[in-house]
């Protein structure tokens, strides 16, 4: 048996259909990763597809730190207090986050009334955290439950390939 293969389905499929549309239609979308990712070998796999198909760049929490190359062109380093002001700036412009096992705690938003002014009305994306986590900080438009890297693999195949020129 090949120990890469998925054994389970995911959870919410609706939704991560819904989360896939969304990425596709997003104009300047960000992946906010964090450690859940290494949870299994293709954790990075996946994100490291979901990064160079959908173009997107992706910014890592603390922990998350490490689950991609950190000289890839897209990788934007960690995100919030102690990240880069890179990594800030395309959080605060982004129309679409991804969050990706990461909180959005007050040393990642700062003030949480204005985070993120400028995707106020999107919203995270895709979300995936303990459910005490989500929407506690952030309200996520399309929460996802369960194990990251099994929802993850179903929308990779669903991003479509974009220039993302903004």
Same mark, same amino acid.
């Given at each position: 048996?090949?120990?890469?293969?998925?054994?389970?389905?995911?959870?919410?499929?609706?939704?991560?259909?819904?989360?896939?549309?969304?990425?596709?239609?997003?104009?300047?979308?960000?992946?906010?990763?964090?450690?859940?990712?290494?949870?299994?070998?293709? @954790?990075?796999? !996946?994100?490291?597809?979901?990064?160079?198909?959908? +173009?997107?760049? &992706?910014?890592?929490?603390?922990?998350? /730190? %490490?689950?991609?190359?950190?000289?890839?062109?897209?990788?934007?380093?960690?995100?919030?207090?102690?990240?880069?002001?890179?990594?800030?700036?395309?959080?605060?412009?982004?129309?679409?986050?991804?969050?990706?096992?990461?909180?959005?705690?007050?040393?990642?938003?700062?003030?949480?009334?204005?985070?993120?002014?400028?995707?106020?009305?999107? @919203?995270?994306? !895709?979300?995936?955290?303990?459910?005490?986590?989500? +929407?506690?900080? &952030?309200?996520?438009?399309?929460?996802? /439950? %369960?194990?990251?890297?099994?929802?993850?693999?179903?929308?990779?195949?669903?991003?479509?390939?974009?220039?993302?020129?903004?």
């Amino acid at each position: 048996m090949n120990p890469l293969q998925m054994l389970e389905l995911p959870m919410g499929v609706g939704l991560i259909k819904q989360a896939a549309e969304f990425i596709n239609q997003a104009r300047r979308p960000v992946i906010y990763a964090g450690i859940g990712l290494l949870s299994s070998p293709m @954790g990075p796999k !996946l994100l490291a597809q979901l990064m160079e198909k959908g +173009n997107i760049p &992706v910014c890592t929490t603390l922990q998350g /730190l %490490g689950v991609l190359y950190e000289t890839n062109e897209r990788s934007l380093h960690m995100f919030g207090m102690h990240g880069s002001a890179y990594a800030n700036l395309a959080m605060q412009q982004a129309d679409v986050i991804i969050a990706l096992v990461g909180r959005f705690d007050d040393r990642v938003t700062g003030k949480v009334d204005t985070f993120p002014p400028a995707t106020a009305q999107a @919203g995270a994306g !895709l979300y995936r955290d303990e459910p005490k986590n989500i +929407n506690k900080v &952030v309200d996520a438009s399309i929460p996802v /439950l %369960g194990d990251v890297v099994i929802n993850l693999a179903t929308p990779v195949p669903l991003i479509r390939s974009s220039p993302r020129t903004e």
